[in-house]
């Protein structure tokens, strides 16, 4: 490859840029320069110091290069030792300035024409250059994991307190999680989403409640064929706990034990899980329903001096809770304001003083429930037909009132872990 | 040895003519000393010229010089190479690893690191029978739990999720060495280095090959890149020396890489596909222009010929493994995919649909769909004035280069028909599903780094077409 002055100049500015961009923030967005963002050390050795290492070995050999064609050494040693200063002194911008100088001093007579070509290539280099290494250093700088610390202990809890062959069902992504730390098999997990399951007809009873829908089963010859999927979805959708527990006996193989796991994903799953439970084959097509989580908007005194808390659910929309206190008793009253108009809600479930209550109002014309945090900070609207569902039962109500469900665990509001009690 | 070199240089300066050239030659050369020089010469026949190069071995940064400026390429993709993995490890601060289908894999690496294989029946998948693994691809695996065990030699009392904080960042940044040359082989080394910057720094591929993920995409990715390279230097080999053993030698490498990417991942079909149709393309296109049907398979009879040697070599590893299944399986994996999220005639739901990669790019318009497609390809939306210099525009500048090229030099028809395969396939693939942006990044990156490569030559006074 032939060197030339001006290719010394674009991979000089080439190399500059990519100096640049690999800590410091971006100049062409205008954005301050700030403090050289890689404070992580390797052992006893910040990285800064050994990016700067990296790069100034690369300088080195650049400026040997230029030394060949110029003798002239001192652009070069300009270069390096203020690219040096610079980074150390974080005066970033100066590089790109003196690497330019540097450029005009030793090419003592510029030919303008030449070194604006140079500019729009540098510029055709430097944007791909920018929108690749600057945002891939954002991802490398802040790796944020799938896996929590919640996940992490329960997983861990189940793989020391369980039976190894105990069977931990629930929906299909947290599988691999399960299966790798936790040790315990799982109906299906996200390498086998679509897998059906299938059994020797004799070996299930027929009259179960999980054979009583036919679109959730099969028969060819002596087998049985079930989507997991479906199963599964439908043991978070069914408000028929039966139901639930008969799909589940079906993948408990032939340990004593097996448990379900009711996680805060699957609140904004629930469209896919509604969906694939009343998925039917002759349409095609299944039926989505969705929690609506909503933050505190707004707090208002009213004229009664009762509180109003209100949740915003977009441009003249909103769930109000209406908080008073008549006789010594609070009296909670949530209503859906649509404009000017008010309309109650049939079911609010609160926390007062550490114990939870559920109102009910007759006459209400919006049905669904409101589940109200114990902070009052955020709510839950549940449709009517997630109200009952399983997962509503078991996660937001730890399966309170459920015969096959022994609830065992929450790790921090985010997993609870749920035993299967078998007749 | 120096003595003699002085006497050729004498001899040489001979020739020069002009007195002050003569004695800048002699006083660079350090004749008066005698000792430390080293003269290379050559001969330009077609110049009638003699070019000198003398460097003195007490001046270290000449040879130094002379180092970078014969390995500048190597250098800077060991420079990439490092950096590549350095950035996805350092800021690692878990103590586990991150995502879900890193424990997929790392589960059966554990199999073979403490039981010697992956089990018949995975006990812990589709309670309560577990699952069958014999179709499942293993290469990963076990490229995962034997390099663990070399390296737990190394470092006594490594374990193997800490090992695999560090393995993915490794395969990632090694992507760099396939994509540089099939850079250089589809145009130069700097489209090559270009080509690697780009790749290992991309976003889209960086989300995806974190140190602490070892999920699937960065063995993906690199066992993608392989084949490619490997099939351009079998084509390359065969323009310059024919058919012979070197050339044979390379496409029995391109099957079995080929195979090792099946062994790797169930979509790795697309990459057989690819190089069939290249072959069948080039053979269309060549009779179109030459108008004679036996021109045309005789211009191409040696490509042919080493594709197929590429084909068998890829059914001998991969039938006995899957069964000839697989290759009926590869044959309709085409409409199989695009069918994929296909919900009609079903007996029972298909999950698919609810999986967020397979949904079909946001965007109420075509251009919109592509603008999602080229963000999540680049991380660049399009619009502005970068616009112009979006790699996917490069891309395309880059094609058109290839056509004008082939047009007006008859040059790059090669290169014009694979990167043409290889971009419009997967781009079409990601207007049915996002998660083929996995597969358009690629050539997209390639197209681009050419682009910028032609720029640059373009800056330095070369030819346009050439």
């Known amino acids: 490859m032939k060197i030339t002055d001006e290719g010394v100049a674009s991979a000089l500015l080439w190399l500059v840029s990519v100096i640049y961009l690999a800590g410091f923030t971006v100049p062409i967005a205008g954005l301050k320069i700030s403090q050289f963002p890689l404070p992580v050390t390797i052992g006893a050795i910040p990285f800064r110091w050994l990016f700067l290492v990296f790069y100034s070995i690369a ?13 002239n050494i001192l652009a070069g040693l300009v270069v390096f030792f203020s690219l040096l200063l610079s980074v150390l002194l974080d005066y970033k911008l100066v590089i790109v300035l003196l690497a330019l100088g540097a450029y005009f001093h030793y090419k003592k007579k510029p030919q303008w024409d030449k070194i604006l070509v140079i500019l729009i290539l540098f510029f055709f280099i430097y944007i791909p250059t920018v929108a690749s290494f600057d945002q891939s250093y954002v991802i490398a700088a802040n790796p944020r994991a799938i896996l929590t610390p919640s ?38 997990d996200g390498g086998t989403q679509n897998a059906l399951a299938q059994f020797n007809k004799s070996s299930v009873d027929l009259n179960s409640k999980a054979f009583q829908d036919p679109t959730m089963f099969t028969i060819e010859g002596n087998t049985v064929v079930r989507s997991r999927m479906k199963d599964m979805a439908t043991t978070l959708f069914t408000d028929d706990e039966e139901l639930a527990y008969d799909i589940l006996k079906l993948y408990r193989g032939n340990c004593s034990e097996m448990y379900y796991l009711a996680s805060w994903d699957l609140i904004g799953k629930s469209q896919w899980w509604s969906y694939f439970s009343t998925w039917e084959p002759n349409k095609a097509t299944g039926n989505k329903y969705f929690y609506i989580p909503l933050q505190l908007s707004m707090k208002k005194e009213g004229e009664d001096g009762s509180t109003n808390y209100v949740f915003s659910l977009g441009q003249n929309q909103a769930i109000v809770i209406n908080e008073k206190t008549a006789g010594g008793q609070t009296i909670m009253t949530p209503v859906l304001k649509q404009g000017p108009s008010f309309t109650k809600i049939s079911k609010l479930f609160y926390f007062e003083n550490g114990k939870a209550f559920m109102q009910q109002y007759q006459g209400a014309e919006v049905e669904g429930m409101v589940w109200l945090d114990p902070s009052k900070q955020s709510l839950f609207f549940i449709p009517k037909e997630l109200e009952n569902s399983m997962f509503t039962r078991l996660f937001f109500f730890q399966g309170q009132g459920l015969k096959h469900f022994e609830f065992v665990n929450n790790w921090g509001g985010e997993v609870k872990l749920f035993k299967v009690k078998f007749d | 040895m120096v003595k003699k070199k002085i006497k050729k240089l004498k001899q040489l300066l001979g020739f020069i003519k002009d007195e002050k050239l003569k004695e800048q030659v002699e ?16 001969y330009h026949p077609e110049k009638d010229e003699i070019e000198i190069d003398i460097t003195g071995a007490r001046h270290f940064s000449h040879v130094l010089s002379n180092f970078v400026q014969k390995h500048w390429a190597k250098l800077a993709l060991l420079l990439i190479i490092l950096l590549a993995f350095y950035i996805r490890i350092f800021a690692f601060n878990y103590p586990y690893l991150i995502n879900i289908d890193s424990y997929y894999f790392y589960r059966y690496m554990d199999f073979i690191v403490e039981d010697g294989g992956i089990p018949n029946i995975d006990p812990y998948m589709l309670a309560p029978e577990g699952l069958n693994t014999g179709s499942i691809a293993r290469f990963y695996m076990y490229l995962g739990a034997y390099s663990y065990m070399f390296f737990a030699r190394l470092f006594p009392g490594l374990q193997l999720w800490r090992y695999l904080i560090y393995f993915p960042a490794a395969i990632a940044a090694l992507c760099a060495i396939p994509i540089y040359f099939i850079g250089k082989y589809l145009f130069d080394k700097k489209a090559g280095i270009i080509a690697a910057f780009f790749l290992v720094f991309n976003p889209f591929n960086m989300t995806r090959t974190l140190g602490g993920d070892p999920d699937s995409d960065g063995i993906v990715l690199l066992m993608t890149l392989i084949p490619v390279a490997l099939f351009l230097a079998t084509q390359k080999n065969i323009e310059k020396q024919g058919l012979g ?16 990417f099946t062994h790797t991942w169930g979509g790795s079909w697309y990459m057989v596909w690819l190089f069939a149709g290249f072959v069948a393309v080039k053979l269309i296109a060549e009779f179109l222009i030459l108008g004679d049907t036996r021109k045309a398979w005789k211009q191409n009879k040696k490509i042919i010929s080493s594709f197929l040697i590429i084909i068998l070599i890829y059914i001998l590893l991969i039938v006995p493994f899957f069964g000839v299944n697989k290759l009926v399986g590869i044959i309709n994996a085409p409409t199989g995919a695009l069918g994929m999220k296909a919900e009609a005639s079903r007996r029972f739901p298909n999950v698919w649909v609810s999986i967020a990669e397979m949904m079909s790019p946001e965007g109420a318009t075509f251009f919109d769909k592509i603008n999602t497609i080229a963000t999540r390809a680049t991380g660049m939306p399009l619009g502005g004035i970068a616009t112009i210099v979006h790699p996917f525009f490069l891309a395309i500048y880059a094609m058109i280069y290839f056509i004008v090229s082939y047009i007006k030099k ?5 290169s014009l028909i694979l990167m043409f395969l290889w971009f419009v396939g997967p781009l079409y693939a990601s207007t049915v599903a996002v998660r083929f942006v996995i597969l358009l990044s690629t050539p997209l990156i390639v197209l681009s780094s050419i682009a910028l490569a032609k720029l640059f030559d373009i800056v330095m006074g070369k030819d346009l077409l050439d």
């Open chain 2, 27 to 42: 006083e660079e050369a350090g004749l008066e000393k005698e000792e430390g020089i080293k003269v290379e010469e050559k």
């Open chain 1, 59 to 71: 300088l080195f050999f650049l400026f040997s290069w230029v030394e060949i064609k110029n003798k």
């Open chain 2, 245 to 260: 053993k070197r050339s044979v030698l390379l496409a029995a490498l391109t099957g079995l890489a080929l195979a090792l």
């Open chain 1, 151 to 188: 996940w992490w202990t329960a997983l861990n809890w189940i793989k020391n307190n369980t039976e190894e062959c105990a069977v931990v069902a629930t929906y299909w992504d947290p599988g691999h999680f399960i299966t790798g730390i936790a040790r315990r098999p799982v109906v299906y």
């Open chain 2, 410 to 414: 008859k040059k790059h028809l090669d």
